[in-house]
Each structure stands twice: as C-alpha cells, then as structure tokens.
C-alpha cells in the first residue's frame, strides 16, 4: 500500500442522527477517516459504536426518516457523495464501491436464485447482456471458491451454507470491480472454521483484485491478521487510529486497551479470562460536551467531564482522542 497516495475514499466530519419519538439520537459524531487503494481498513468497536450506521450513512443506505446525514463530505472519484443525486448515488453503490452488509435489506433474497442475483448488478451496472452476464458470473462464483460454479447458478440462498452464503455475497460486492469493498461484519455469524476461510479468501482477492477493503468487525482478533490498519470506534466516535502492528503494539486509548484484553491469545494457547469492559456503551441524545467512555475509563480525570477530547497525531499515522497520556502514569 502506497504510504502517500491519494484516499480513494475520503470522509469528513460525518454527522449522522435519528430523529425518535423520545427525541435525537446522535449515532455519529464527526467521523472522520480515510482508505488509501489497495488498503484494507479494520473499523472495530463494541457494538452499538456507530460502526454500520457510519457505512450506511456515506452510501445513503439508511432510511430516512428517521436517519438524517447532517453534516460532513464523503469524497469519492472526485466527489461528494452526499450532495450527488439518487440515480448517481445508485450506480456508485454496487457498482465503484462493493458493500456486504448484515441486515436483511441487503443480504439475498431467498425468492431468486443466485445466477439472477449476480447477474443482476452486471446487467444493470455494467449493461452486460445475457449471456456475458451469466459467464461473468461463473467467474465471480470460481473466484470465491464455490465449487461446481455454473450448475450452482440455479440454485437458491437455502441451498447453500452459511459460509457458502456469504461467499456469494462477497461475488455480488465484487461483480462490478469496486475500488472499495464495505464489509459489515461479514463472518460474525460463522463458526470460526469458515471465518478463518473467508478471511482467508478476502486477503487472496485483495492481492488479486487490488481493491481499498473497509472490514467491520466487532472483534479486534479478526483484524489482527488482515488489516494495514486500524481505526477504533466508541460512542460514534472515531477514538484511535494506527496502523496495524502500532495499534496492538502501542495502544494509547483506554477503550482500545480494554478492547485488546478482550482478544484471546493465538496460536493455539488455550484462551486465557478474558476481560469484559465494564459498563455500557452510551447512547447520545445530544453532541458529546465530554469524552463518551470517561464513565467507564480507569484513567477519567476533571479534564475528560468538560471537554470531548479531539484527535490529535501521537506517532507516525497515529491519532487519538484522549487527554490521558500513558507516559505519565504507565
Ligand atoms: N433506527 C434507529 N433508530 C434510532 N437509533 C438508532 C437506529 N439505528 C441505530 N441507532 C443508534 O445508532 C447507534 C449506532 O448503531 P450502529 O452503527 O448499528 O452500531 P454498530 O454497528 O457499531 O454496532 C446505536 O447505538 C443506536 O443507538
Ligand atoms: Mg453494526
């Protein structure tokens, strides 16, 4: 991954609400990050951090009412996504950028067939007909390593696996050569077997395909083996960001400490207590005035009730937003 070139994705101050009965829920709160080409980005953070409502928001994938994107940019191909029209917005999703998300609204559709679903993106985006259409597909299905490509065209989502399934999500996402691939905790349902798969195959079409991959996860041990680097979540909050090895070399966020004790140690050791952070994730009715995670942080001083500590650079592509500094106190 080049170190300088140009965000092929680029996200500015993202600001996104849902307007509830019992009033504003401020689910995202001036994100702000980027994906270089070819990179693979690791976005992890308890569940309930803004992680999904963050993708959605910046490929106009959430419901509005009640979500609202009130603020920020989303920088791609050289423009906003966010004042771009519907008809644009439609072709650059599914199209120049691939997305697999969790929700129904998006997985298969258990009426149609597979061949259909991958061929369907391919004649709409990329006006291929029939037949084209079909052979791509074949090749999508062989690129994931589906067995038996051309006869599995014919059947239905039931009539595969779970991790079957999702492999077939991952050829849809890629069927029109995306330059940015959104995966939404993709293998979280799978047993870890056929995780460790579909990881597997992500990095092999990363190499292949040269595609920027954002992968969500609520799980820091998925992201050690695959990302280049990682940006932590909390509160609708982007509160550390680093590349890969720093992150877990030299965690600065105490939120981003807890989240590390929470990972079982690899290689085969059998995995020792893990932590749980104690405590809930908040759940913001107005802007943050203050830091989200001071009520559950070891480290809060009177600094941390009066302010919301803003990103600042503490190592080569290292931010973090915290006033605590580990330095002073190990
Ligand atoms: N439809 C909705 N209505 C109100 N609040 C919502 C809705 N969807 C999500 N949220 C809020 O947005 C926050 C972030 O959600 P989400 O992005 O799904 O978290 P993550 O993907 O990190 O688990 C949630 O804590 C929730 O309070
Ligand atoms: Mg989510």
Not at 44 to 66: F, N, Q, R
Not at 68 to 83: A, P, Y
Not at 155 to 164: E, L, N, T, V
Not at 233 to 241: K, S
Request: proline residues 8%; contains cysteine.
């Amino acid at each position: 991954m080049p170190d300088g070139a140009a965000p092929v994705l680029d996200v500015r101050d993202l600001k996104t609400v849902f307007l509830t009965r019992s009033g504003e829920v401020h689910a995202v709160n001036s994100v702000s990050f980027d994906v270089r080409p070819g990179e693979l980005l690791g976005v992890v953070g308890e569940s309930g951090s803004g992680k999904s409502v963050t993708m959605m928001s910046l490929i106009g994938l959430l419901p509005s009412p009640p979500a609202e994107v009130r603020e920020g940019q989303v920088l791609f191909g050289g423009r906003d996504l966010l004042s771009v029209d519907a008809d644009t917005l439609r072709h650059i999703r599914g199209g120049r950028i691939g997305f697999v998300f969790q929700d129904p609204m998006t997985s298969l559709n258990p009426v149609f067939n597979v061949g259909f679903q991958i061929m369907e993106p391919l004649r709409t985006h990329m006006g291929l007909g029939k037949k084209a259409a079909r052979d791509r597909a074949v090749e999508l299905l062989e690129l994931v390593g589906i067995p038996d490509a051309r006869r599995r065209l014919g059947d239905y989502p039931h009539q595969f696996s779970g991790g079957m399934r999702q492999r077939v999500m991952i050829a849809i996402a890629l069927a029109c050569d995306p330059e940015v691939l959104i995966a939404d905790e993709p293998t979280t349902a799978l047993d870890v077997t056929i995780q460790a798969q579909i990881l597997e195959l992500v990095k092999e079409l990363r190499e292949k395909l040269g595609m920027a991959i954002v992968w969500i996860t609520h799980d820091l041990g998925v992201i050690a083996g695959i990302a280049d680097r990682v940006m932590v979540m909390y509160g609708g909050q982007v509160v550390e960001q680093a590349p890969v090895r720093e992150l877990f070399g030299n965690p600065r966020h105490p939120y981003t400490r807890a989240l590390l004790k929470t990972v079982p140690h690899v290689r085969g050791e059998r995995a020792k207590r893990l932590e749980v952070i104690q405590g809930q994730p908040p759940i913001l009715g107005a802007p943050p005035d203050a830091c989200p995670f001071r009520d559950r942080c070891d480290h809060a001083f009177d600094r941390c009730a009066r302010e919301n500590p803003q990103r600042r650079p503490v190592g080569h592509g290292h931010d973090v937003a915290c006033f605590w500094d580990p330095a002073h106190d190990g």
